[in-house]
């Protein structure tokens, strides 16, 4: 079978498809999917802007109902109405989506919050109320040099941290903006929660102009220490006024140096781009291609520790890496040569007495890097022969392998074994360049254990506007894509369930008012486990448990 092409994957933790097994029958056919059912009840009602009563246009009304499957939607006209039709009866969550606006449910309580489920009868005409939509929120702002002259063509990020191979990183969180020529910029269409502002100046002339000054990456209000940003919190409909910024000049220096690929021959063409190590997802604006003869230069680079790294787009499973320090001075002479990517070669089964195997199910494998300045993490979709073989290929390094049935969501995996059965399933293996690794088993199961239950808050009542964390005890599995992590919210009807490997796990239930929280972050964690709720459970079991609200943590 040849070869899956691997593709840029970001692995979100918690989320990742997992699995147990023993060989299956690969002749039992996929169970077919039934219909969704008809129906004849109608749901109504119109949008408008919240604070104008002005009808809204355009927003996208969808109508939900899980065990039925049923996922209906209609646009709002100019008078602001929709109408859905032809739903069967059942229990239904309405939500309201348009560009600009905050996201919204019927009912809900707080920005982003749960909605209200609606119980409609066969035949039924149900109104709802009007919803009204909060705008999502600015940030503005202005740039200048150090002589307070405007800056043009300076890229504005809104930044956000998260946790990504085991190390706290600041990273983009929605779209950025360029400065005028009066040195303004408008980050809009936020979603209400915490932001960092970063300000990135980019000297587009540095590879021909020969500068030798700069700006470095800065962050408001106005310093290039990530440890010193300031955080700013948006509310819905919020525009956050004069978030200014100063950037100060630094010296610039030059990067050049020759690319090889993995057989020697010079990469021409191959993508080199400098990471700042520290930071903050920031690239630096420092980027370059290499020529016909292997040649790169980069020229405007900032102080600092960055990674230097070369691949191609369509094998990025082959790279070269330098790690660098920057002080003002030309770095000259690197030469960056990619390794050969590492074969994994084994086969996929599905244990017997669970769930059926698809018929010809296509698998997606998830290979992760963990530490700082690994590869990201690489994905493929791959339909293993008849007799569950796959060959994928990976960058050298330390590997842990994810896998799970691509829209199958009953399998989870198990283990994953090394010839003579030797468990990597957490831990993963060393993958040297070039290096073929045959007889990886991976073993999937649609028998994991389930945990499902309730929160309450102190008196009792149940709670459905809130989060639940289940994580291992033990710190050391406090890291990038462990499978002892998952993250659980209570249904329409105040349930929550989640999947987990057998073993001992806290559970945290909190209000969240700011979805995009990395809730993975170990410091997280560590303020939530002395408020936890104890849980074991063994193979295949499955438990009810009861979560008490707690505070939420601080992040």
């Known amino acids: 079978m040849r070869a ?45 802007v919240a604070g104008e009563d002005r009808p809204l246009s355009r927003v996208e009304v969808r109508a939900l109902c899980a065990p039925l499957k049923i996922n209906k939607a209609a646009l709002t006209d100019g008078n602001g109405r929709y109408e859905i039709a032809d739903l069967p009866a059942g229990r239904y969550i309405v939500t309201f989506a348009r560009a600009s606006y905050v996201r919204a449910s019927h009912g809900q309580q707080r920005p982003l919050g749960p909605g209200t489920p609606i119980d409609v009868a066969t035949g039924q005409t149900v109104t709802l109320s009007e919803a009204a939509l909060q705008r999502s929120g600015v940030i503005t702002g202005r740039i200048v040099d150090e002589f307070g002259d405007p800056m043009a063509n300076v890229q504005v990020m ?19 903006a360029s400065t005028n020529d009066l040195g303004e910029y408008r980050l809009f269409g936020l979603p209400p929660g915490r932001y960092y502002v970063s300000a990135l100046y980019r000297n587009f002339n540095a590879a021909t102009a020969n500068e ?33 910024m100063t950037l100060a000049p630094v010296a610039a220096a030059r990067v050049s140096g020759v690319a090889y690929d993995s057989r020697g021959r010079p990469w021409a063409g191959a993508f080199v781009q400098l990471a700042h190590v520290a930071g903050a997802g920031v690239y630096g ?20 520790d960055y990674t230097l790294r070369a691949s191609l787009p369509n094998t990025p ?9 920057m002080s003002g001075s030309d770095v000259s002479g690197i030469q960056l040569v990619a390794a050969k990517p590492a074969t ?15 018929a010809a199910p296509t698998v997606r494998f998830n290979i992760l890097h963990p530490g700082p300045n690994s590869p990201p993490a690489m994905s493929s979709l791959d339909s293993p022969r008849d007799d569950g073989t796959f060959e994928i290929k990976t960058s050298a390094g330390r590997a842990i392998v994810r896998a799970g049935v691509f829209g199958g969501g009953e399998w989870r995996l198990s283990r994953v074994l090394l010839p003579k059965g030797v468990d990597v ?7 040297s360049a070039a290096a073929s690794i045959e007889g990886l088993l991976v073993e999937l199961t649609s028998r994991q254990p ?13 709670v459905r506007d809130c989060v639940v964390v289940l994580f291992a005890p033990d710190q050391r599995r406090w890291t990038s894509g462990t499978r002892y992590f998952t993250i659980a919210r209570p249904d329409e009807n105040d349930t929550f369930r989640a999947r987990i490997p057998a073993g001992d796990y806290l559970a945290a239930a909190f209000e969240l008012d700011d979805p995009s929280v990395s809730l993975n972050d170990p410091e997280i964690l560590q303020q939530l486990r002395d408020r936890a709720t104890t849980l074991s459970i063994g193979e295949g079991e499955k438990k009810t448990l009861t979560v008490t609200l707690v505070e939420a943590p601080v992040y």
């Open 344 to 358: 994994l070669r084994g086969r996929v089964v599905f244990e017997t007495g669970g769930a059926r195997p698809p």
């Open 4 to 48: 899956s092409r691997l593709v840029l994957f970001l692995f979100v933790p918690g989320l990742a498809v997992a699995a147990l097994a023993q060989p299956p029958a690969r002749d039992i056919p996929a169970r077919d999917t039934p219909p969704a059912p008809a129906g004849n009840a109608i749901i109504r009602g119109r949008v408008i």
């Open 212 to 244: 030798r000054a700069s700006y470095a990456p800065t962050y408001y209000p106005g310093t290039g220490n990530v440890a010193d940003a300031q955080r700013l919190v948006v509310a819905p409909g919020q525009t956050l006024l004069s978030i200014n």
């Open 285 to 304: 604006g420092n980027s370059g291609s290499v020529a016909t003869d292997g040649a790169f230069s980069i020229a405007g680079v900032t102080p600092g």
């Open 317 to 325: 499973e082959e790279v070269a890496t330098a790690d660098i320090t």
């Open 425 to 431: 399933t957490d831990d993963g293996f060393d993958v």
């Open 450 to 462: 389930e945990v499902s239950g309730e929160v309450v808050d102190a008196a009792g009542a149940r």
């Open 158 to 176: 809104p930044m956000r941290y998260t946790f990504v191979n085991n190390r706290r990183r600041m990273q983009m969180s929605g779209p950025m």
